[in-house]
């Protein structure tokens, strides 16, 4: 399984495109794998016959476990490849010129240990303490997807026990100690539609969270946690780089060759980053990590979620190349194809809401990226040039940064040399 | 054959009888085991009936008893060792630990040390230093197999399983049960090491156990049934190896475990019974594992002290019920 970018920890074998004794060639590809971002497509590293499924389709397993077998023309397979697992190693027997009998070797190496459930999920009380649950009542609760912060518990120190989860089952009410309860009652069911009846008529109706909206949740929920954002909004004079535009794209060979804002903004970013190797860092808690590339992560909406495939090394594209790759990556990402360099790294993001008229707003930072730009809509609006009221086209932007590396100083300088680089656009096809 | 309601002490005596018939390699030794018929009357009979070759008095030497019966043990030999009381066997734990247990792994598997120790454990006005509780530690030791028997058919059934076995043997016998009347068949049966036996059915509670406090779990059994409880007496009559398939799905069944053992609390038997059950059945458990074990106190001779330093039925019942409140 390839690692798919750094913080891919598994991925899933969407399908196989290949079948045992197919030639395969180097590049070509051979099957798709699936992460938490994305699906993507797998391609061969080497020439030679596709020998060996070793990870069905629909199969998750984590990075680096071998999922098939490409053999050499000629060669002859045998064994799966896959280095033992855990379970493998603790269950192998003691190696021993002579093994003792079964009865010593029984007493002397127990039984491994049965496969474990997964834990279940500690559910923090709506006052962030701990609750107090009997194992088996935190099974019998993740079963039925119950949320223990509904019930009281009965058992000793007011612990959750069997009974306890088995009574909210059947009644769909906690069972109430002799004491009235001191928890504040529940505003929000918790309850699955299962054969007890929901103690509110409040849902509507529930959907299980898609991976990338579990992905989405945790990466954004963590950024907002833990990195210490601020904000700084400019405004952006768009007349010459609108009139750039509509120059350049009635040049263009063709529609993929035109230009939107977004790109004259990707373009801008990238050349101005290139001045700010500090925008363009992680924060690594006791030190920042600069990048020798500048890679633009774009911002896009796709069915149910957002997506945030990168554009490499953006300060080099010219206008024409940043138009075509970005429409195309835009495609895969809509499509759910995206490519594995795709999905990164990224050093800083664009998020554009300008199409939908907003003016302006705040993104959150996508980590670990310190810095994300979030563009509003170009508007015709009165504004004070020389002492006399004039018309001209403005667009809002707003960098959010992580003040842990950039400060605001710097957020505000980085905004300036955009500002003046889309003002006097034609450093952008020069450049 | 019909089964006979006969004794623990007659039971065992009975598995040596058929040993010694059956194998001359077989040999019995110990202090007093001959002319006297052992202390605790369970070789009696059997010097008369087989002759001082057979049925051997030893000096008052543990250490000496343990060797000698190795060495022959390893020479072809079947030997039962009689060590009076599990007290003594400290005199000999060397040889144990360091001899007995390790022959067959130090030799590379090209010895074998297949010796039957017979021990008693048990109290009863003996005092401290003769009332002790000690299978945990040679429970403890890899090498050693370590048996516990709570009735006569259990008695004689291990006790020939260990006749035959190849391996090194603690047979634990219990001074208070030798009395204890029960069926047991007439001629050889066996019993086989790890496997424990469900002396009781029960839905609310598993009490798992061994010896002499698998009589203590059945009567507080009976008593609680009368108020609505009903527990499971797990007998896992062989400590190493032990029996966790049958201790774990009991509790997968109850959900609730109660260990009850007449040694110490501390790095006992119910320590190591405890740490696996919260490990391996942690999701099925519906309260923490507890034990109940002797008081952790050298043993008082004062009769009612005595008395208070054991689980009884009163205190596992109230135990019982307390983990069910």
Redesign the interface.
């Known amino acids: 399984m390839p690692s798919m970018g750094f913080d891919m920890t598994e991925g899933k074998v969407s399908r196989w495109l290949k079948n045992i004794g197919d030639a395969v060639t180097r590049n070509e590809t051979i099957g798709e794998i699936e992460t938490e971002k994305a699906t993507v497509d797998l391609t061969a590293p080497v020439d030679g016959v596709f020998a060996q499924i070793l990870v069905q389709p629909g199969e998750t397993v984590p990075v680096n476990t071998p999922i098939a077998v490409i053999a050499a023309q000629g060669e002859q397979v045998g064994a799966p490849a896959a280095a033992p697992t855990e379970k493998q190693k603790e269950a192998a027997p003691p190696t021993a010129t002579e093994t003792p009998s079964q009865e010593l070797r029984d007493a002397a190496a127990p039984k491994p240990m049965q496969a474990q459930t997964a834990p279940a999920t500690p559910s923090p009380s709506p006052n962030g303490e701990r609750i107090k649950a009997s194992p088996l009542a935190k099974n019998i609760a993740r079963e039925n997807g119950i949320d223990l912060s509904l019930l009281q518990g009965t058992g000793p120190n007011g612990r959750i026990i069997e009974r306890d989860v088995k009574a909210f089952l059947q009644t769909g009410a906690p069972v109430m100690p002799s004491a009235p309860a001191t928890k504040p009652a529940p505003v929000t069911p918790a309850v699955k539609p299962t054969p007890a009846a929901a103690p509110t008529q409040l849902v509507a109706g529930e959907q299980a969270l898609s991976k990338m909206r579990q992905v989405i949740a945790r990466r954004l929920l963590e950024s907002k946690q833990n990195v210490p954002h601020y904000y700084l909004t400019m405004e952006i004079f768009m007349d010459e780089a609108m009139k750039l535009r509509a120059q350049l794209n009635a040049m263009a060979a063709n529609d993929a060759e035109k230009l939107s804002v977004n790109d004259l903004i990707i373009a801008a970013v990238g050349r101005t980053l290139k001045n700010f190797p500090q925008v363009n860092a992680y924060f690594k808690g006791d030190k920042m990590e600069m990048h020798a590339h500048i890679n633009v992560s774009v911002a896009v909406a796709v069915e149910d979620g957002l997506l945030t495939p990168v554009l490499h090394n953006a300060d080099q594209k010219s206008l024409k190349q940043i138009a075509v790759e970005t429409k195309d990556l835009a495609a895969r990402a809509r499509a759910n194809k995206m490519k594995p360099e795709d999905l990164g790294p990224g050093t800083f993001s664009v998020s554009n809401l300008g199409m939908y008229g907003i003016d302006e707003f705040a993104a959150i930072i996508n980590p670990p990226e310190s810095s994300i730009l979030a563009v509003g809509a170009v508007k015709k609006v009165p504004v004070v040039i020389n002492d006399s009221i004039q018309v001209a086209q403005v667009m809002k932007v707003t960098l959010s940064a992580d003040h842990r590396i950039v400060d605001g100083a710097l957020g505000a300088q980085f905004l300036q040399a955009l500002k003046k680089l889309l003002e006097n656009p034609i450093n952008l096809v020069l450049s | 054959m019909a089964d006979l309601q006969i004794t623990y002490r007659d039971a065992l005596k009975e598995a040596m009888r058929e040993a010694l018939k059956r194998d001359n390699n077989v040999v019995i030794m110990g202090e007093e085991v001959g002319v006297w018929g052992g202390t605790y009357a369970v070789t009696r009979g059997l010097y008369d009936e087989f002759g001082g070759h057979r049925v051997i008095d030893t000096p008052i030497a543990e250490m000496g008893i343990v060797g000698v019966a190795t060495g022959a043990a390893m020479g072809g030999m079947k030997p039962i060792a009689e060590i009076m009381t599990i007290n003594f066997a400290l005199v000999a734990i060397d040889q144990i630990v360091n001899n007995t247990a390790k022959i067959?792994?130090m030799f590379?598997?090209?010895m074998r040390a297949p010796v039957v120790i017979r021990t008693a454990a048990g109290w009863g006005q003996l005092a401290a230093t003769h009332s002790q509780s000690f299978e945990a530690w040679f429970a403890h030791v890899?090498?050693?197999?370590v048996v516990m028997p709570s009735t006569p058919y259990d008695a004689k059934g291990l006790l020939t399983t260990a006749l035959y076995?190849?391996?090194p043997v603690i047979f634990i016998e219990h001074s208070r049960l030798y009395g204890e009347k029960g069926a047991v068949p007439e001629g050889e049966f066996r019993v086989p090491?790890?496997v424990a036996d469900v002396k009781r059915a029960g839905t609310d509670l598993t009490i798992i156990t061994y010896s002499r406090m698998v009589h203590v779990a059945l009567h507080a059994a009976d008593e609680l049934v009368k108020q609505g409880i009903e527990v499971q007496v797990v007998d896992l009559r062989s400590l190493?190896?032990?029996d966790?398939?049958t201790v774990?799905n009991s509790v997968r069944k109850t959900?609730r475990a109660l260990v009850l053992t007449e040694d110490w609390m501390t790095y006992g038997v119910s320590a190591e019974i405890a740490a696996?059950i919260s490990?391996?059945a942690?999701?099925?458990?519906?309260?923490p594992v507890e034990r109940l074990t002797q008081e952790e106190v050298p043993l008082p001779y004062a009769p009612n002290l005595e008395q208070l330093s054991f689980p009884d039925e009163a205190r596992v019942v109230e135990k019982v019920k307390a983990m069910l409140?």
């Open positions: 067959h792994s590379g598997g090209t890899p090498g050693l197999i076995s190849q391996n090491f790890g190493r190896p032990l966790w398939d774990l959900h696996r490990r391996d942690f999701d099925d458990l519906d309260a409140a």
